[in-house]
């Protein structure tokens, strides 16, 4: 197994000067059965489908900077159109025009998109698009599904976390994904004044299996909304482009009113998009909302050159089949040892938990933590992401590493396959 000496020493330092040391959801997860001494805490460089931590350990990446990398890092079409952009300009007194070939490829698209308006990060698109609803409708109240994760802004978090008042939160309502009776209620009890309800494409929130949407269910949940004067928010900050280039919604059969894009959008450089329809064009135009990079050109060179190339491989479709290939692998391997994992959600993002008996996530730490100290980079607790750039020799890689690490853990707990 791996060893993690340069990681810790960089970790001790980092705790001194940076708070939490790893601030956020890079850094060393709490609650964990195993210790996080168990896992490497710094990259030192990356390429295609792998990364290298401190200590020269190198890994299979399946969770994609927990997103960004959807061709492979430092993919060599995507830094030759950032590096030429950059040598002309990026960051100036007005915008570049680039700006408006970026909008214009992301309406070409997207299907639900009759404009785009660029910012940084996921959270930038969903604030935005909450405020969208509000502005357009004249409403407050905005509902959630029950595992949603929409970004770290107050709106999003709850009343019980520290920094956040209960006037951030007061407008929230909340209903189980799934449950179309549950969101009928919802919107006939306060009829009038909800402004939007923000969703992803499916559920794939932490700590619990993933889970599709019910057939038929988005047709329903569009046709509330209609019927109730709903705004309907997609949150595609995960899911886009790896499900549908064209949208998760369009992917799912239904047209979002506002859609947000960030994670896949140009590869690992920084830029979000929100999209949406004509009828909330004049709503967003209206609203005070910009920052210092949000029309940095090198990002928007980027994301063309990343789009053009997503289309051109077909890039869902073939994250479906490596997705698929893997998780059925990993399955079957598991149950040579007498052990059942669970894949759950898109192949592409797919999402793992490995059967415990007593209902607990013990076993499945403890098989991710071996899995990660042999060269598998896996979490146990979040979906996982494909990139184009892996490769079936990965894949079968992946499966061996992963049955080693099956072993130990049945061997560890006296189960026979
Ligand atoms: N929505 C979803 C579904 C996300 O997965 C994330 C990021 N994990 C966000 C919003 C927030 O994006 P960001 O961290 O870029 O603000």
Not at 269 to 294: P, R
Request: proline residues 4%.
């Amino acid at each position: 197994p791996f060893r993690f000496d340069k990681s810790q020493e960089a970790f001790r330092r980092a705790t001194r000067v940076i708070p939490a040391g790893i601030p956020g959801h890079l850094g060393p997860a709490e609650g964990l059965h195993i210790p996080h001494e168990a896992f490497p805490k710094f990259s030192s460089k990356a390429e295609g489908t792998r990364f290298w931590d401190l200590d020269g350990n190198e890994y299979i990446d399946y969770m994609c900077g927990y997103g960004p990398n959807v061709l492979g890092y430092r993919d060599k079409d995507v830094d030759a159109a950032a590096r030429a952009q950059a040598r002309k300009e990026d960051v100036v007194s007005l915008p570049s025009s680039i700006m408006v070939d970026f909008a214009e490829l992301l309406v070409d698209t997207v299907a639900s998109a009759d404009w785009a308006f660029f910012a940084k990060n996921g959270g930038d698109t969903t604030t935005l698009a909450i405020m969208t609803a509000r502005a357009a409708t004249g409403r407050k109240k905005i509902v959630f599904i029950k595992g949603f994760y929409h970004g770290v802004a107050p709106w999003t978090q709850k009343l019980d976390y520290p920094g956040v008042l209960e006037e951030d939160v007061a407008n929230n309502l909340y209903v189980p994904w799934n449950d179309l009776a549950a969101l009928r209620a919802m919107f006939t009890e306060h009829r009038g004044q909800i402004a939007g309800l923000i969703a992803q494409p499916y559920m794939h929130g932490n700590f619990v299996d993933n889970e599709l949407p019910a057939a038929g269910y988005w047709r329903a949940v569009r046709a509330l909304c209609d019927e109730f004067g709903v705004v309907l928010i997609v949150d595609d900050v995960r899911a886009g482009f790896r499900l549908d280039l064209a949208g998760s919604d369009h992917y799912f059969g239904f047209e979002a009113d506002l859609i947000c894009f960030c994670k896949a959008l140009a590869n690992g450089y920084n830029v979000s998009a929100l999209c949406g329809k004509d009828a909330l064009k004049e709503a967003v135009s209206a609203i005070t909302y910009t920052g210092s990079y949000w029309m940095s050109a090198v990002p928007f060179a980027a994301g063309i050159a990343t789009l053009k190339k997503l289309r051109a491989l077909e890039a869902p479709a073939l994250f479906e089949r490596l997705g698929t290939q893997l998780t059925d692998g990993l399955v079957a391997a598991a149950s040579g040892h007498g052990l059942t994992l669970v894949a759950s959600g898109a192949p592409s993002l797919f999402y793992l938990r490995l059967d415990d008996p007593d209902g607990s996530l013990m076993l499945h730490q403890e098989w991710v933590a071996e899995c990660v100290q042999r060269g598998v980079f896996i979490t146990s607790h979040h979906n996982h992401f494909i990139n184009a750039a892996l490769t079936e020799a990965d894949i079968a890689r992946t499966i061996e590493i992963a049955d080693e690490a099956f072993a130990i853990v049945a061997a560890r707990h006296g189960i026979e396959g």
